[in-house]
């Protein structure tokens, strides 16, 4: 390392106690790089998330919907007759952030899952690459189409991969495919879909994690056809990065199909019908000799001996020449195909049309992930997609006999993908196909210091002043948009109104079950009964149990939505920020009761479904639309088409006008208590793995009924389930167009 004069001495050590970063210059001074290029952004460190939380099941999808008992697949093997998968792996569609399930998967009871599978043989991503694309989505109301905006959490996520430009992108991406190369196993390999924008920033970054010798291939995907655009060429093709995690990859030869310029050669055709072309079967000119001999009366020098002359005879591949000489036939039908190549031209965007196609505005084509799967991957592989959006590798996986694990951070895509799920399990079901179970997990419970916007290069304490600044902040901001009054003193309350005690949640995830535990142990010892919960977002699954075990202690708590409006000032100044509840379900159950000591049955009948939800405002659309426009708003559980003709003339149409308009997909466990959640922790003591039961049940989903693309239609009354006398549990989930869902429970006795 060479010496460093007095000037620069002094310079590095103004950098340092200004807490600046210091000039690349000093960095390579100070710190010997092997390194002849290495790729540098602000804040690059190589620390990685290595922290364990648990996987919080809520939903499980066995068999799909079997509407009589006994009516299970052929899969015996694998299901019992009430279609609950037995043994084996179970798939997993896991919201969250994919840094913390990545790093719970690599170092946690799940490891051994996967391992047990053989490891992780594939992972295939599609990161967001430009604005909102992922998080907004477009609702079909009837004719008319709604576009629903991120969520807080959704806009925090982009933010924070975006927000300060290409830096933050590849640090969020750098970290994430650390973690994956450590899943893959030694034969594994991964496949990253990305465009113009960060192409090559990410293949730097793939290049250092995984090495320039496990590049495999650059695959250009030509996704759109060539179209005008008057600024420059037009953008139509997509780059995927194919690495390895070392030299013993899995790879499966594919081929694509002959040109018409080849296959114009074979014109030749047998009495079926069999294409064909000739070959030679002399081996003069050729280095090596061969063989010299007479057949049939023609005598030549021969690539093929005698014998294998003779069985090609016999096997009628022979052709005869007018000329007096002898080729050998090459059919069409028993060539392979063209070995492919990285350009990928005949794999086409999944258009308005389109079968697969579920409304999703980043939705892949199932043939371009079946080439993938089939490619890298072998049947009863375990594969992986951590940003899976539309969930079209997991439906792929599925249907090429492969286990799937899938995450996202938008609740929308999961349910997206639950939806998508469902209906290839029935597909394959109706074939007499196998299938596998899967379920849908919560990355339990969060830390708030993997969210929180801080300057990691800070020192510690200087992190945690910043972050109790602006936890207050956000804290006061909220209780000025509820009107509520606040408070101090308390551990879990932040403020008061009209006689409740009200808590806010956290700006950056959502409200767990965690979370409303301790709000439920303080108003125990305080005697507290009355209390209003504010967040952004609630995980999944979180009620009504946890409401339920409050009202049984004494507790009253009403969770509500916090609107986006409440980072807008004049919209708090005018009080005009409101608060929604969530969204509310009625149900009546229809019981068949059984001879006595025979089965009964239970159907259940979805009556209500209440939501309150707001986004923009419908006199704000009236002000602000221009004639000839309009703009749908959804406005306290209406969505509404606001329209202004020629003349200024405003007119207000509700396109939700049946309750039943907002609801997308609605499902019943019919025995709710019957299956435990028990997740597996580290005991600090031993260092071992111990299971341990949440307190929570999982919700088994025995019946469902959603809309399609094609079929708008929904049911309103599920099937009659055989049951034993006595009184069970039953549990209801609606999820509504947004993919928020709900949940009720309802007590019958049968």
Known sequence: MPRLTDQEKQEILRFIEADKPLPDKYRFLLFGEKREVELVWNGKTNEVCNIVLPFQTIEQVDEPRAENLGDTSAQGFLFDERGRQLKGWTNKLIWGDNKLVLSSLKNGPLREEIEAQGGLKLIYIDPPFDVGADFSMDIEIGSDTFTKKPNILEEIAYRDTWGKGSDSFISMIFERLVLMRDLLSEDGSIYVHCDWRMNSHIRFVLDEIFGISNYQNEITWQRTSAHSDPEHYGVNVDSIFYFSKSNKRIWNQLYGEYSEDYKIRFRNADSDGRLWTDADLTAKGLSGGGYTYAYKGISSLWRCPLETMERL???????????????????????????????????????????????????????????????????????????????????????????????????????????????????????????????????????????????????????IRQLEEKESAFVDLILKA???????????????????????????????????????????????????????????????????????????????????????????????????????????????????????????????????????????????????????????????????????????????????????????????????????????????WEEQWTGDYIFENEWQSFRTRKDRSLELVSVSHECLPGVRKIAVKVVDIFGNDTMTIIGVRV
């Not at 993938?372 to 249907?399: P, Q, R, Y």
């Not at 009620?543 to 075990?549: A, K, T």
């Not at 309750?659 to 028990?678: G, P, Q």
């Open 482 to 688: 509820y009107r509520a009054e606040k408070v101090e003193n308390f551990a879990c309350f932040n403020g008061k109104r009209a006689g409740r005690l009200v808590s806010v949640g956290p700006v950056n995830l959502p409200v767990t079950r965690l979370f409303v535990e301790e709000i439920i142990l303080e108003c125990r010892k305080k005697q507290i009964t009355r209390v209003d919960i504010l967040g952004f977002e609630f995980e999944m699954g979180l009620f009504p149990n946890v409401l339920d075990e409050a009202r049984s202690k004494g507790i009253d708590i009403a969770p509500k939505y916090i609107p986006a409006e409440v980072f807008d000032k004049r919209a708090v100044e005018k009080n005009q920020v409101v608060f929604h509840d969530v969204a509310a379900i009625e149900v009546k159950p229809i019981v068949k009761e059984g001879k006595k000591g025979q089965t009964g049955s239970v159907a259940v009948e979805l009556t209500d479904f209440s939501v309150f939800y707001s986004q923009d405002s419908i006199k704000h659309a009236e002000e602000t639309l221009g004639n000839k426009g309009s703009s749908i708003i959804a406005e306290k559980g209406q969505i509404v088409k606001v329209s202004k003709d020629a003349q200024g003339i405003v007119s207000r149409e509700v396109l939700t006008k049946n309750w039943t308009d907002w609801i997308d997909y609605w499902a019943v466990d019919f025995n709710f208590e019957s299956k435990r959640e028990i997740i597996r922790v580290k005991n600090p003591e031993t260092d071992e």
């Open 313 to 463: 005879d016999s096997e009628k591949r022979l052709h005869f020449t007018k000329a007096g000489g002898i080729r050998l036939k090459r059919y069409l039908d028993e060539t392979p195909g063209v070995p492919l190549q990285t350009l990928w031209v005949d794999i086409f965007p999944v258009n308005s049309q389109a079968k697969e196609k579920v409304n999703y505005p980043t939705q892949k084509p199932e043939a371009l992930l079946e080439r993938i799967i089939k490619a890298s991957s072998n049947e009863g592989d375990l594969v992986a997609d951590f940003f899976c959006g539309s969930g079209t590798m997991a439906a792929v996986a599925e249907k090429l006999g492969r286990k799937w694990i899938a995450s996202d951070l938008g609740k929308f895509a999961i349910h997206t993908t639950r939806k998508r799920m469902i209906g290839v399990q029935r597909g394959l079901k109706a074939e007499g196909k196998d299938y596998r179970a899967f379920e849908i997990l919560n990355l339990g419970k969060y830390e708030r210091q993997h969210y929180i916007g801080v300057n990691p290069n800070l020192r510690e304490g200087e992190q």
